[in-house]
C-alpha cells in the first residue's frame, strides 16, 4: 500500500520568504508527527496530531514555525520568514495510534539561499 | 531528560561480516525503544522495535536488537552483513508523553560495507 508522502522533496527559497510543507499520511493512520533532521541538530521532534485533539507543538523552535492538519489526513508545515538556520530537512511521520511505530515520508529538502 | 547515545559515528565492516551497532538510552521508566535505518535521500524505515516481553527481538532484514535494561542499552546486530546494508542506522526511544510517543532518536551510527 501506500506510505507516507510528502511534497514536494525539495524547496530552494530566498531568506525571508515563506514555505507550505506537506504531507499525505498512510490512509487510517490517526497520528501525525513532524520531525526535523538537520546536520548540526540531528533529528528533532516539532509537532504532533492525533484525531481532533489539539496538537502537541512542544518541539515547534520558534513562532515562525506552525502546522495544521485538515480533515484528520494532510497536514501543512509552514514556516513564515525563513531564515538559512530552517535549512534541514522535514520529515513526516503517521502511525495507527498513539503508541505504535511510526512510519515515515521520504521527506522535504528545504534549502535557505 | 530522555536521551539516546550512540558512540559510534562511522562503522566500516566488510561484506560477510557481523555487525554491532551500540544504542544507549536514558529513560525513567520502561521504554519504548526502535532502530530505523535511512538510506541517502530517504526516509526512515523501521528495523524493529521493542515494546514488552521478550528481549530478544528480531527484525526485517535479518536484523535483531537486544534489550538489556541492566545495562540501558539496546544494540544492533547481524551475523553477516551484505553491502546493501550500507547505510545511516537511527536507534530512537519512545517517550511517553501525554499518551503519545515523542520519539528522541540517536545522532546515528553510518554504517560502510567494504567487498
Known amino acids: 500500500g501506500a506510505g507516507v508522502s510528502q511534497s514536494p522533496s525539495n524547496k530552494v527559497t530566498e531568506k525571508g520568504k515563506d514555505v507550505e510543507l506537506r504531507c499525505d499520511p498512510i490512509?487510517?493512520?490517526?497520528?501525525l508527527y513532524w520531525y526535523r533532521q538537520s546536520l548540526g541538530q540531528g533529528l528533532e521532534f516539532l509537532i504532533y496530531f492525533q484525531g481532533n485533539s489539539a496538537p502537541d507543538k512542544s518541539g515547534l523552535p520558534s513562532d515562525r514555525f506552525s502546522a495544521e492538519r485538515t480533515g484528520g489526513s494532510v497536514s501543512t508545515l509552514t514556516i513564515q520568514r525563513t531564515q538559512q538556520e530552517d535549512s534541514a530537512v522535514y520529515l513526516c511521520?503517521?502511525?495507527?495510534?498513539?503508541?505504535?511505530?511510526?512510519?515515515f515520508g521520504d521527506g522535504t529538502r528545504l534549502s535557505i539561499l | 531528560a530522555q536521551s539516546v547515545t550512540q558512540p559510534d559515528i562511522h562503522i566500516t565492516v566488510s561484506e560477510g561480516a557481523s555487525l554491532e551497532l551500540r544504542c544507549n538510552y536514558s529513560y525513567g521508566a520502561t521504554p519504548y525503544l526502535f532502530w530505523y535505518v535511512q538510506s541517502p535521500g530517504q526516509g526512515l524505515q523501521l528495523l524493529l522495535k521493542y515494546f514488552s516481553g521478550d528481549t530478544l527481538v528480531q527484525g526485517i532484514k535479518g536484523f535483531e536488537a537486544e534489550f538489556k535494561r541492566s545495562q540501558s542499552s539496546f544494540n544492533l546486530r547481524k551475523p553477516s552483513v551484505h553491502w546493501s546494508d550500507a547505510a545511516e542506522y537511527f536507534c530512537?526511544?519512545?517517550?511517553?508523553?501525554?499518551?503519545?510517543?515523542?520519539?528522541?532518536f540517536g545522532a546515528g551510527t553510518r554504517l560502510a560495507v567494504h567487498p
Open positions: 490512509s487510517g493512520h490517526t497520528a
Open positions: 511521520a503517521s502511525s495507527l495510534g498513539d503508541v505504535q511505530p511510526q512510519h
Open positions: 530512537a526511544v519512545g517517550a511517553r508523553s501525554g499518551g503519545y510517543n515523542k520519539l528522541i
